[in-house]
């Protein structure tokens, strides 16, 4: 049944001779599998942040059922989150040409009038409005965050989630609608070979009926729109690596101030200064580590730390910003043992703060699972010399396949219990 859709475009404003239903679905593909792939990823760096561990890490209270599938984040192996939150944050940015030029190939549609024709018509419109919208705030309030970080304090995490459900399940919609027009669309341009459209054939609203002479071919246009991926790519991938490669990350800030060389040479997100620690309050005599547990209260200054066990671990340190760091190698007390020396022989999760007074991150919970793993630690060494004041000096946490987040830096107590 052909749709009379031709009265209802505003003709002269979309003459592009590019626009099509193979174009469209092209795009399409690309993005069905880029965003499915970005919205696994996304929820999973929520679940990796413990946000179930209350009241610290939960910036979304009200999540209720969305948070139906949190699962314990294992540690193994150290380098998941590095992978993981380097996919959603590398891809994310890759996939930023493809949605404007999926959003650009169906422009004539969002403003076809009348708005709506039928019940169902209505429907199909406003989830092509959560979606278009729900595109645009979930890719704007990702890039934000990579670049500026604290545009919205402490608000990054309810809006990007409750973003991406809502997002999501209108993408849902918007491909069950879709999928069927999207495959025969793509048939067709398997039989008649390339992009050519062809009138009568699933044309729909999207061909201009008047198109003016093209200044670039269909083919030409797929190399733009992948030219500016690749663009987006190569300036990017670079962050999740040291040395010469993230001097590539060009386009993408590389976390904090610029690492600088040396064992303390590797990304910093917040300095010391900036988060407020004075070089009094961290010195030898000034700082103790007030540990909880069932069996009581101790304070350890950091000659009774060194003589604990100490043990080495080579960890990286990745960000729900994107960036991470190699391996580096840390050395310190195990949690375990320090849960120990509190009478928690079995694992139980810990609250850790840090000397820090204000500003996000300066708390953190960490699962039993994370306690218990031999590589955790209480690190007071990085790379075989004490800690820089900006990598958290005098002690710091360190759990594999973490979020950066959870790493909490100038640790002042640990209250190990059941959180
Ligand atoms: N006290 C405190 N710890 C903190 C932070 C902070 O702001 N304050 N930032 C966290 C974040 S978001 C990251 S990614 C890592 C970065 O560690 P680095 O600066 O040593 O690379 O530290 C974590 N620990
Ligand atoms: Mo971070």
């Not at 989630?161 to 341009?189: D, E, I, S």
């Not at 800030?253 to 070089?279: C, D, L, S, W």
Request: net charge positive; glycine share 10%; aromatic share 10%.
């Amino acid at each position: 049944m052909a749709r009379s859709v031709l009265p209802t475009l505003p003709a002269p404003r979309w003459r592009s001779p590019l626009r099509g239903p193979r174009f469209t679905a092209v795009l399409g593909v690309v993005l069905l599998a880029g965003i499915t792939v970005l919205f696994v990823t996304g929820l999973l760096s929520y679940a990796a942040y413990n946000p179930d561990l209350s009241p610290v890490n939960d910036k979304t209270p009200g999540k209720g059922i969305l948070g139906f599938y949190l699962f314990s984040w294992p540690t193994d192996p150290s380098w998941l989150y590095r992978l993981t939150q380097g996919v959603h944050v590398t891809l994310g940015l890759t996939l930023i040409p493809v949605l404007l030029a999926k959003l650009w190939s169906v422009l004539p549609r969002l403003f076809t009038m009348p708005p709506a024709r039928s019940l169902s018509h209505a429907l199909e419109r406003l989830s092509l409005l959560l979606l278009v919208g729900g595109a645009l705030f979930q890719f704007t309030t990702g890039v934000l965050n990579v670049q500026l970080d604290y545009v919205f304090p402490g608000s990054f995490y309810p809006l990007h989630f409750y973003g991406a459900w809502v997002f999501f399940g209108a993408f849902l919609a918007h491909v069950a609608l879709k999928t069927p027009v999207a495959l025969r669309n793509l048939r067709g341009m398997r039989q008649h070979g390339g992009m050519r459209e062809h009138e009568g054939e699933e044309a729909g609203d999207l061909v201009a009926p008047d198109p003016d002479p093209p200044t670039i071919s269909r083919r030409g246009a797929f190399g733009l729109v992948g030219g500016a991926s690749l663009l987006m790519f190569v300036t990017s991938a670079g962050r999740s690596f040291d040395g010469p490669l993230r001097q590539t990350a060009v386009l993408t800030p590389h976390g904090g101030p610029e690492p600088g060389t040396g064992p303390g040479g590797f990304q910093v997100n917040k300095t010391a200064a900036y988060a407020g620690i004075r070089p009094a309050e961290t010195s030898a005599e000034a700082w103790r580590l007030v540990v909880t547990g069932r069996s009581g209260t101790v304070r350890l200054t950091r000659a009774d730390l060194l003589a604990m066990p100490l043990h080495s671990a080579a960890l990286p340190i990745a960000c729900v910003e994107g960036w991470s760091t190699s391996d580096q190698w840390w050395r310190g007390v195990r949690l375990r043992d320090l849960a120990a020396l509190v009478g928690e022989e079995e694992p139980t999760d810990v609250f850790v703060e840090s000397l820090q007074r204000r500003g996000a991150f300066r708390k953190a919970a960490l699962r039993a699972n994370q306690v218990a793993d031999p590589r955790s630690l209480l690190a007071l060494f990085v790379n075989g010399e004490e800690l820089t004041p900006d990598h958290g000096h005098p002690a710091r946490i360190i759990v594999p396949a973490a979020p950066g987040v959870l790493n909490t830096k100038w640790v002042a107590r640990l209250t190990f219990s059941d959180l």
